[in-house]
């Protein structure tokens, strides 16, 4: 038995860490061949070995960054009852990671989506995100709850750009400077949104 299957997972893991830690700390502007190579510790030339280009290694760091930040979230709402009142905390959740990791944000909500290669697919991911974090919990209010499943899909779409909204306002330092007094008013506006699903 061979262990080419390993070691190429083993590389692939090293050269997507070494993209993931470069979008992290300087953002996409840092992308390329060579400063991933470097970050690596491995020749460029290596890199086409295990991937395409430096675009497929950027939209799997987006689903890698997904499956950090829901990771994430699941810990932080894992004792809020399910149904209306998790997806208000998992949306805070939500808005709080990206103002942790600023250069992921502007990945998934600033920067053009042809730098990201596939465009759709990666369109898709990032605009259905919020959706899939609380799927289950939309569900339970359907049912549990008896809400209308159109309402709940115009709540969805309506918190879906309410967070990104609030989130390129704090981003940019425009409102408000305090992230405190920002998580007020997330709470306060998610909390909004919500009632009206009565």
Known sequence: MTNKPLQEERMRGYFMQ???ELLKGEGLKSINVRNIAQQAGYSYATLYNYFRDVRELVFLCVNDFQEECAAEIKVKVKDTPEGTERIQAITEAYIAYFVQYPSVFNLFFIEKLGDLGQKQPAANLIYTFLNRLCEEDWEHAVWAQNIERSRADETKTALNYMACGMLVYYMN???????????????????????SLV
Do not use: N
């Not at 330092?173 to 009632?195: G, H, N, S, W, Y």
């Open 173 to 195: 330092r425009i409102q408000p400077a305090d992230f405190k007094e920002f998580m007020q008013i997330v709470r306060k506006q998610v909390t909004l949104v919500m009632k």
């Open 18 to 20: 070494a993209t993931k």
